[in-house]
Nanobody
Framework: QVQLVESGGGLVQAGGSLRLSCAAS????????MAWYRQAQGKQRELVAA???????NYADSVKGRFTISRDNAKNTVNLHMNSLKPEDTAIYYC????????????WGQGTQVTVSS
């Protein structure tokens, strides 16, 4: 079992910055990939950024150069630093933990709202 708790969302003006944090507890040593997804109202959930256990990262084209995902193994957290925010970044942001090895699993956090005003 893995528990994920997101924090750091809020309201920010366009061009501003926010940092989201995802605190993981439980069987975290078995996690292979930590990722942030977002879901805007009326749209499908989409991948924003991911970081694998070896440190490699992957970003959606829409956030490349603006967002940075990082992992703090000592604190069992994954952070998403968001700069140059745009109104279209407004969404609920979810943290996801995935194990790709057998037995595979995935866990989701409850989500945190990010609102960017123009």
């Amino acid at each position: 079992q893995v528990q994920l708790v997101e924090s750091g969302g809020g309201l920010v003006q366009a061009g501003g910055s926010l940092r989201l944090s995802c605190a993981a507890s439980g069987s975290i040593s078995s996690i292979d990939v930590m990722a942030w997804y977002r879901q805007a109202q009326g749209k499908q959930r989409e991948l924003v950024a991911a970081i694998i256990s070896g440190g490699s990262t992957n970003y959606a084209d829409s956030v490349k150069g603006r967002f940075t995902i990082s992992r703090d193994n000592a604190k069992n957290t994954v952070n998403l630093h968001m700069n140059s925010l745009k109104p279209e970044d407004t969404a609920i942001y979810y943290c996801k933990a995935t194990r790709v090895r057998l037995p595979p699993y995935e866990y989701w956090g409850q989500g945190t709202q990010v609102t960017v005003s123009s």
